[in-house]
């Protein structure tokens, strides 16, 4: 076993057997034990090696109170905070929630209501998440549960935001957020993982559900230090004729690997899964997606899109499985990458496998810098060579950009981006 | 298209129509493989003693090998120790020196499978190297091509003939570690072709061999091994059919080339192994290991198959593009009807700079059939301003078959321009119908909009070939309306 | 002709044909007529034999014989020929080598020998000349990269190769410039001869400004409401069929 296992096994504290919560944790820990962290022989970790930054023992995040900034598009909206892990009602906005949006916390649930918080971190628990998931299972002691009525539209985006405080020692925290979309609601949903500075590893679930012809609209920014290890599982379940819109943006951590998971198993349902990430300095960004068309009559659309620049080093595996008699189905994938620097590095694996034969399935990939010819345009019309390859890179990423629907948080990332994309942080 | 749903039964029942099976006594090695297997085969051929330590320390890798896993393939476990590892047509000891000494049986076989020798002795341009089961029996134009300084024979005779040149390039390209099936063939390897073609030559006509399975339980283990000398070009083909039989039988060839600086090498195959029976019953298993090194700069090496046949098909032609300037191309048809299943595609390695790759895969899957595309592109980080573009498409006929497509992408130079397109959908019915509406009948319809879906690829075979993989294909598929 | 009796035609379910009642004699043009949804291009895709249509009543005779129960490929070399509203693209099928099976086809079907390689291009690019069409679209997969206007042309073109006794144009006029409009129209004159009979199907009456039809129907709701002298069309045009389908329902 490794330290990093022991050292957690040493301060896991699942609470009495007895209880629904505490034997699930239980299991949900030895599901992860038993897997252990994958190696690059794992064909799911092909490209990533944890090796390294899973090595040292790490320590359970230390409950705080310290205030972080919270990020500019954060400011002034309904807004759920959690620091290391733990609800802050302070930083919080609870009070402004929208209509027809309940929110129950993890350790509220755990002790007056067990045996609903249970079931919903069975799918986690059983290890079908990955294994880290089962882990986040297995630590969650806060989190919180998003339960949205039938109908309900809320015209303001709903924010959790997950914080971290500076910290000396590596520390571990697993932050959790589960959505539970009524038929024909409405919600926007903006997830964020940022945090001061300090080595740390985050095992970050979400799970949004979806009852028929509901819509969800999902942002999840990952913003954090490169000292951070960032371990995210996304799970998107539409019911009949519901959609979900995910996408995921990753702006900084040392190493990032996003899992996501749709599975379609219901006539009509629709997912979109946009994702951009800027792998700059040494930092590792991993998207794994995996679609699952187990219904007729679904689609799925993806574009994700990849800048590393420096030493940085982008990974993008998409799989769409259309099952057996899964008919009339349309899905497809795009994987748009930049290389921006001979030490940086993409590495891009779209599949499709398709056991039906009324289907329009398409994907495709290109890796490659920035368009020569582009460049000199601009360069002639007297744009100095750093700011016309910002403004092509942006141009590259607006697509997945462009259409985020949250003004604040679009501004936010135009800024983050012309700024980042040719290794000027303080642009932004 | 319910009108026509009987006729497509029909149409994709079509029997192999190669499978029949020549009765021809065998002098064969008994099952089983061990240390002493593989002195028989080498005593047999009067091999030297480092060809023969060769084999054993191969025997000695595979043994601690696992058995891979990792392809989209299903299939009962293999007995390697129920396989012969040796047969050959008893005439082998005094090789017939003119078709007259040749078994007349032999010849038959040939004859119904539309190829007999003496027309292909008058094909124009065109070498025949016949291998039958393990053992090469019958060579024709040598003259022709010994005047170009060209060597085409048997492996087993480049081993006595040309030791030098074998010793240097075998397992040059393929390692004998390479992977568990290169392995088990750089031990058992029985026969197959060699080829040289001298600096600055061309050679003067398309080399091909015609391969046949016909021996019951051996297992064949082709050995090939091409060497294109600086600034020579040589275009070599390889076709197979198969008699009809109802074990399962193993083919784990291993395909060497070299490309030299300037050099080219076109290797084009048809595939028409038997494939099994309606119930997925017999069959060949197709374990083949192929891959092609451009060593010199300005080298190009070039695959194009049609893969029709064999119940399993597991191949990955591939280039490691070393040269600067070099060029790896592979082109593929890939069809899987009935209870087929193929995981195939192939890898481009990219270390030289100003390397280029074009891959071009089709794959087309009918009944039950099971066809994946596996591909790797890796751009070094030595491999400045590499260019690759893939397009891999496949066509479904039929809701219980399978299409699926595996490509891994690995860039560390920002240089590297990757292009990588796929599409998977079934044949239209709009296209269908315009067809017949113009009084096109529903298999003739079919048959032309595969062809026109593969052309890409038939374009790059020479014109005989091309014309045999349209039959082939038509024979396959004739009127599998989706 | 062509008589068809009383038919009606179901779409998943829904009526879309609801007794159709028309008779074509040999060399006459007919003009179909209506406005969008009335089943126009179903009455098209019908006689020609598209799948998806269910024909729950009534017959379609072509010179006697029962259409509806040949495949469409036995329709084709009986002499329907239908232009498509959207012709469809199929990579790498050359469109000469497609006319070609075609052709061969409907003469094997008839009982003609096959015409030779040499002999059957020399008559296609007379023909292709005679229909204006670019001798290098001849070579080009079916439709592939064609303009609106060079697809419709295409379909006019392989009429005159395919030289039916019926020609069904199905919308020929929709997404044409006047140009265009005129080229297609002038082909199909071309092919005007007491033996051969058209039915134009179109929304607008402009097309039958260029080729002039016998008579005109005008189909709504699933039936031909009113059939006249070609007058009819100028008529609707003035109109539009408001009153017809009001009429009608």
């Excluded at chain 1, 064909?43 to 040292?56: G, H, I, M, Q």
């Excluded at chain 2, 039964?9 to 493989?33: M, V």
């Excluded at chain 3, 028309?22 to 895709?45: D, F, Q, Y």
């Amino acid at each position: 076993m490794s330290e990093f296992i022991a050292a957690l096994e040493r301060a896991f504290a699942p609470g009495a057997a007895s209880s629904p919560i505490g034997a699930l944790r239980r299991r949900a820990f030895e599901t992860f034990a038993a897997r252990g962290v994958p190696s690059l022989r794992d064909e799911d970790w092909k490209y990533t090696d944890l090796s390294r930054v899973l090595a040292a023992p790490c320590a359970l995040s230390p409950a705080a109170t310290a205030s972080s900034a919270l990020p500019a598009y954060v400011d002034g909206a309904a807004r759920l905070v959690f620091v290391n892990g733990v609800y802050s009602a302070a930083l919080s906005a609870a009070a402004a929630l929208p209509a027809g949006v309940t929110v129950h916390r993890f350790d509220e649930l755990a002790t007056r209501a067990p045996d609903t918080l249970a079931p919903l971190l069975e799918r986690q628990a059983t290890g079908r998440a990955g294994p880290f998931a089962a882990l986040s299972a297995a630590f969650a002691a806060d989190g919180v549960y998003v339960d949205v009525a039938a109908d309900a539209a809320p015209d303001s985006p709903l924010h959790v935001v997950f914080l971290r405080t500076d910290t000396a020692e590596p520390a571990f925290s697993a932050p959790q957020l589960l959505v539970s979309a009524g038929h024909h609601s409405r919600l926007t949903l903006v997830e964020t993982h940022a945090g001061g500075a300090g080595s740390r590893v985050s095992a970050a679930v979400t799970e949004i559900r979806l009852a028929d012809g509901a819509t969800v609209d999902h942002y999840r920014i990952v913003d954090e230090p490169a000292a951070a290890s960032h371990l995210g599982n996304v799970y998107l379940q539409p019911g009949r004729d519901a959609i979900a819109t995910s996408w995921s943006f990753v702006v900084g951590a040392g190493l990032a690997r996003v899992d996501l998971h749709a599975e379609l198993a219901a006539p009509g349902a629709a997912v979109v899964l946009n994702g951009l990430f800027l792998a700059t300095g040494k930092a590792h960004v991993d998207h794994h997606v995996r679609i699952d068309h187990a219904a007729p009559h679904t689609t799925s659309a993806q574009v994700y899109k990849g800048i590393a620049n420096d030493r940085g080093r982008g990974v993008f595996n998409g799989k769409i499985v259309v099952h057996p008699d899964a008919q009339k189905i349309s899905a497809t994938q795009a994987s748009n990458n930049l290389l921006l620097s001979d030490d940086a590095e993409i590495d891009t694996k779209p599949e499709l496998e398709i056991y039906a034969d009324d289907v329009v399935c398409q994907h495709g990939a290109t890796i490659g810098r920035l368009d020569d010819d582009s460049l000199f345009y601009l360069r002639a019309r007297g744009v100095p060579r750093d700011v016309a390859e910002a403004m092509l890179s942006y141009g590259f990423a607006d697509e997945v950009v462009a259409p985020v629907a949250v003004p604040a948080l679009k501004a936010w990332l135009e800024a983050r981006l012309t700024g980042a994309a040719i290794g000027r942080e303080d642009a932004a | 298209m319910s009108g026509t749903t009987q006729d497509v039964r029909e149409l994709l029942g079509q029997k192999y129509q190669a499978g029949f099976y020549t009765d021809i006594e065998q002098e064969q090695a008994p099952p089983g493989l061990n240390e002493d297997t593989l002195r028989f085969i080498s005593a047999k051929k009067n091999e030297p003693s480092w060809l023969l330590e060769w084999r054993l320390k191969a025997l000695e890798r595979w043994r601690a090998m696992p058995e891979p896993k990792w392809a989209h393939v299903h299939y009962p476990p293999i007995d390697f120790q129920a396989i012969s590892y040796y047969a050959a047509p008893k005439s082998a000891k005094d090789k017939p020196q003119s078709l007259d000494e040749v078994d007349p049986k032999l010849l038959e076989t040939y004859a119904k499978l539309g190829i007999p020798l003496e027309e292909q002795k008058m094909l124009a341009g065109v070498a025949v190297d016949v291998v039958f089961d393990s053992v090469s029996v019958h060579t024709t134009f040598k003259d022709k091509l010994a005047a170009a300084g060209v060597i085409f024979c048997s492996f087993a005779e480049a081993v006595q003939k040309h030791p030098e040149l074998v010793r240097r390039y075998l397992g040059s390209v393929v390692p004998v570690t390479d992977n568990y099936y290169a392995a088990l063939n750089s031990a058992v390897f029985s026969d197959g072709s060699f080829v040289y073609i001298p600096k600055g030559t061309r050679c003067p006509m398309e080399l091909s061999t015609y391969f046949r399975i016909n021996a019951m339980n051996s297992g064949q283990f082709e050995r090939t091994l091409i060497i294109a000398d600086e600034g020579s070009y040589v275009s070599y083909l390889e076709g197979c059919t198969a008699p009809m039989r109802d074990e399962n039988q193993l083919h784990a060839a291993v395909v060497e080339l070299v490309a030299l600086e300037r050099a080219e090498i076109k290797y084009s195959t048809v595939q028409n192994w038997y494939p099994g029976d309606e119930n997925g019953v017999g069959g060949i298993y197709n374990f083949v290991t192929k891959r092609g090194d451009c060593r010199g700069a300005h080298s190009k090496i070039s695959w194009t198959q049609v893969e029709t046949g064999s119940a399993i098909t597991w191949k990955y032609p591939s280039c490691v593009l070393r040269g600067d300037h070099s060029v790896g191309e592979f082109y593929s048809v890939a069809l899987t009807n009935h209870h087929q299943q193929a995981d195939t595609g192939t890898k481009m390695v990219h270390l030289g700079r100003n390397t280029r790759s074009t891959i071009i895969s089709k794959g087309i899957s009918a009944g039950r059939g099971q066809n994946a595309y596996r591909g790797l592109v890796r751009i070094a980080k030595s491999a400045e301003n590499a260019r690759n573009y893939t397009q891999c498409d496949s066509l479904l006929m039929g809701d219980k078959c399978g299409a699926h497509t595996f490509p891994y992408i690995e860039v560390k130079n920002a240089s590297a321009k990757i292009e990588h397109e796929a599409s998977t959908s079934k044949i239209s019915d709009d296209q269908l119908f315009y067809l017949r509406q113009r009084g096109i009948r529903a298999e003739d319809a079919v048959n032309l909009i595969v062809n026109g879906f593969c052309k890409e690829v038939f374009k790059e075979l020479p014109m005989e070939f091309a014309v045999e993989a349209q039959k082939l294909l038509g024979i396959s598929l004739e009127g599998a309306v989706g | 002709m062509l008589k068809i009796e009383n038919l009606h035609v179901e779409v998943a379910g829904k009526p879309v044909l609801r007794g159709i009642d028309l008779t074509v004699a040999p060399g006459e043009v007919h003009a179909i007529m209506g406005p969008n949804g009335s089943g126009k291009s179903t009455l098209a895709h019908v006689i020609a034999g598209r799948e998806g249509y269910e024909v729950t009543q009534g017959s379609v005779k072509f010179n006697g014989k029962e259409l509806l129960a040949l495949e469409p490929e036995a329709r084709a070399a009986e002499g329907v020929f239908l232009a498509f509203q959207y012709p469809v693209e199929i990579p790498g099928v050359n469109n000469v080598y497609m006319l070609k099976a075609a052709l061969n086809g409907i003469r094997k079907y008839r009982g003609l020998p096959e015409l030779g390689a040499a002999e059957f291009l020399g008559f296609i690019k007379a023909k292709a000349k005679a229909v204006g069409l670019k001798d290098s679209l001849l070579n080009r997969p079916v439709n592939q990269g064609f303009s609106g206007g060079e697809k419709k042309r295409n379909e006019i073109f392989q009429m005159s190769v395919l030289e039916p006794l019926l020609a069904i144009l199905d919308e020929t006029d929709s997404g044409l410039d006047i140009d265009a409009l005129k080229a297609v129209a002038e082909g199909v004159n071309l092919m005007r001869s007491p033996g051969r009979s058209f039915v134009v199907v179109t929304h607008y009456q402009r097309l039958l400004d260029y080729i002039v039809p016998d008579y005109v129907h005008v189909l709504a709701q699933g039936r031909i409401v009113k059939s006249g002298p070609r007058e009819l069309a100028l008529e609707l045009e003035a109109r539009g069929y408001d009153w017809l389908v009001e009429a009608a329902a």
